[in-house]
């Protein structure tokens, strides 16, 4: 399976973004999709994720971003952008474990972009 991640850029605190993520092969469409992002000198961070069906967030951004996938498309809109959502956020597929841990991921995006102005 491969990820492309798109859609990041600059963006004004308040704004709406949509990243999208395209994956290669039939199997994504059985494996658990997620987001993580990262910031420079610290560890990736769990951004949301859809596993078996049901969606779970980062208290962080509940209730602003939604993730969302349709066949080999994962989603990820973003809402009311605050400055402390800038970040390189990369798309996931093929997950074992707790979702919020980025070891437990075997597949991920290059990374897309997002800063976010005050």
């Known amino acids: 399976v491969q990820l492309q991640a798109s859609g990041g850029g600059l963006v004004k605190a308040g704004d709406y973004l949509r990243l999208s993520c395209t994956a290669s092969g039939h199997a994504f469409r059985s494996y658990s999709v997620g987001w993580f992002r990262q910031t420079p000198g610290k560890e990736r961070e769990f951004v949301a994720a859809i596993k078996w069906g049901e969606e779970s967030y980062a208290d962080s951004v509940k209730g602003r971003f939604t993730i969302s996938r349709d066949k080999n498309m994962l989603y990820l809109q973003m809402g009311s952008l605050k400055p402390e959502d800038t970040a390189v956020y990369f798309c996931?597929?093929?997950?074992?474990?707790?979702?919020?841990?980025?070891?437990?991921?075997?597949?991920w995006g290059q990374g897309t972009l997002v800063t976010v102005s005050s």
């Open positions: 996931t597929a093929q997950q074992a474990g707790s979702p919020h841990v980025a070891s437990n991921w075997g597949y």
